[in-house]
T-cell receptor, first 112, second 116 residues
Framework: GENVEQHPSTLSVQEGDSAVIKCTYS??????FPWYKQELGKGPQLIID?????GEKKDQRIAVTLNKTAKHFSLHITETQPEDSAVYFC???????????FGPGTRLSVLP | GAVVSQHPSWVICKSGTSVKIECRSL??????MFWYRQFPKQSLMLMAT?????????EQGVEKDKFLINHASLTLSTLTVTSAHPEDSSFYIC????????????FGPGTRLLVL
């Protein structure tokens, strides 16, 4: 089955700096890769996603890149703000919205 | 759009009692909903897939008689933890599948269950 690894497990950056979180997946059939942000005591919130026919997608300060050959995808957050502090989960799916396999999460701390 | 609610947001119960958690898609119909369990500082673990009008599909190791799932309408799925025990204490999160040309899951805010 699919296995998703995520690095780093924790990340601290200064406000205004960039943050990069990387995920690798094992199943070459995976075709959908969402990123979720989870604040303490809340449910995950979809922040950006990418499909296998696209190499990069950007939404304001957030971008995701996908390398299908290497089977990895990354989340890029620029100009980080304290409110970006949260746990970020990547996921991979072989059937778009179904069969999500989540990474273990990255705890991002943005220091003021 | 794509808002999912859960009720209750938290519940404390005595060991041996049953607890029902509701998951609703507020502004869209969801033929498929998912139930996850999350322990502190861990990732989300899928418990079961709930399909409207049919039996839920449970992941390996999840007791279907312990965690009863009902998806009676296109906007409501319920998870009942039967005869709850302290080890069932956890954060339960549902998600609903927004079907269409861009299918993806939208998550509810979660329900924290504490069994004494």
């Amino acid at each position: 089955g699919e296995n998703v690894e995520q690095h780093p497990s924790t990340l601290s950056v200064q406000e205004g700096d960039s943050a990069v979180i990387k995920c690798t997946y094992s199943d070459s059939a995976s075709n959908y890769f969402p990123w979720y942000k989870q604040e303490l005591g809340k449910g995950p919130q979809l922040i950006i996603d990418i499909r296998s026919n696209v190499g990069e997608k950007k939404d304001q300060r957030i971008a995701v890149t996908l390398n299908k050959t290497a089977k990895h995808f990354s989340l890029h957050i620029t100009e980080t703000q304290p409110e970006d502090s949260a746990v970020y989960f990547c996921a991979a799916s072989t059937s778009y919205g179904q069969n999500f396999v989540f990474g273990p999460g990255t705890r991002l701390s943005v220091l003021p | 759009g794509a808002v999912v609610s859960q009720h209750p947001s938290w519940v404390i119960c005595k060991s041996g009692t049953s607890v029902k958690i509701e998951c609703r898609s507020l502004d869209f119909q969801a033929t498929t909903m998912f139930w996850y369990r999350q322990f502190p500082k861990q990732s989300l673990m899928l418990m079961a897939t709930s399909n409207e009008g049919s039996k839920a599909t449970y992941e390996q190791g999840v007791e279907k008689d312990k965690f009863l799932i009902n998806h009676a309408s296109l906007t409501l799925s319920t998870l009942t933890v039967t005869s709850a025990h302290p080890e069932d204490s956890s954060f339960y999160i549902c998600s609903a599948l927004l079907a269409g040309w861009q299918e993806t899951q939208y998550f509810g805010p979660g329900t924290r269950l504490l069994v004494l």
